[in-house]
């Protein structure tokens, strides 16, 4: 599960490991000084993979607006004002991500 988000995590802060038959850990935050600020544990890795979704499309959408009238946008109102080519690159990324990381329940557009 991980590894899907691995390119992304690498831009950010933040550190997500498989702890194995215990669930995931995601940690946030990183200094110098007091190393981790913040942890999070997951034991279900849909909602794991949820959260990591979560992360990278508000990343994603700030990139998007970020110095925009658009970053007054909720996300919904955000995706649906994006052409219909790129709303479907988004939809296929997530498709991807959850390719990687063996939940093959998602499906495709």
Do not use: C, H
């Not at 990183?30 to 993979?49: A, H, L, P, R, V």
């Not at 949820?50 to 909720?74: K, N, R, V």
């Amino acid at each position: 599960m991980a590894d899907a988000y691995a390119e992304f995590y690498e831009l950010e802060d933040i550190f997500v490991a498989d702890a194995g038959k215990y669930g995931f850990i995601k940690l946030l935050y990183y200094t110098d000084i007091n190393g981790f600020e913040n942890m999070q544990t997951y034991t279900e890795s849909k909602i794991f993979f949820d959260d990591l979704w979560d992360d990278w499309i508000e990343y994603q959408f700030y990139e998007i607006a970020s110095g925009t009238l658009a970053a007054e946008l909720s996300y919904d109102e955000l995706f649906n004002s994006l052409p219909k080519i790129i709303q479907k690159e988004i939809k296929d990324k997530r498709f991807y991500f959850a390719e990687m990381a063996g939940l093959n329940n998602e499906e495709k557009d």
